[in-house]
């Protein structure tokens, strides 16, 4: 778990547990429907030149990853159990 982001993310935080758990929660919903999409555009295709993608879609499973981790870290949930619903 990146510290550096958890601040950063906690500074955000409200003070309804529930309400910030259900809002991370959208939030995975969000970027699971928009991965689809994204990998459909041509600037997606993989450049061997740049050895990534134009629009650095190769780092959007890493980010995603790291934030996961960091809202379960502030919210004090299980990062496994939150991926799963």
Same mark, same amino acid.
């Given at each position: =778990?990146? #510290? =550096?982001?958890?601040?950063?993310? @906690? =500074? ?12 991370? /929660?959208?939030?995975? =919903? ?5 991965? #689809?999409?994204?990998?459909? @555009?041509?600037? /997606?295709?993989? *450049? ?6 134009? *629009? ?8 995603? *990853? @790291? ?7 502030? *919210? ?5 159990? @939150?991926?799963?619903?």
């Amino acid at each position: =778990v990146d #510290p =550096v982001l958890c601040q950063a993310l @906690r =500074v955000h935080k409200e003070k309804r547990p529930e309400e910030d758990s259900l809002i991370w /929660s959208l939030f995975l =919903v969000f970027a699971a429907v928009a991965l #689809p999409s994204l990998a459909y @555009r041509e600037a /997606s295709d993989y *450049n061997a030149d740049l050895e990534a993608h134009e *629009n650095n879609a190769h780092c959007m499973a890493a980010a995603i *990853n @790291r934030i996961t981790g960091a809202l379960c870290f502030n *919210n004090g949930d299980s990062a496994e159990e @939150r991926l799963r619903e």
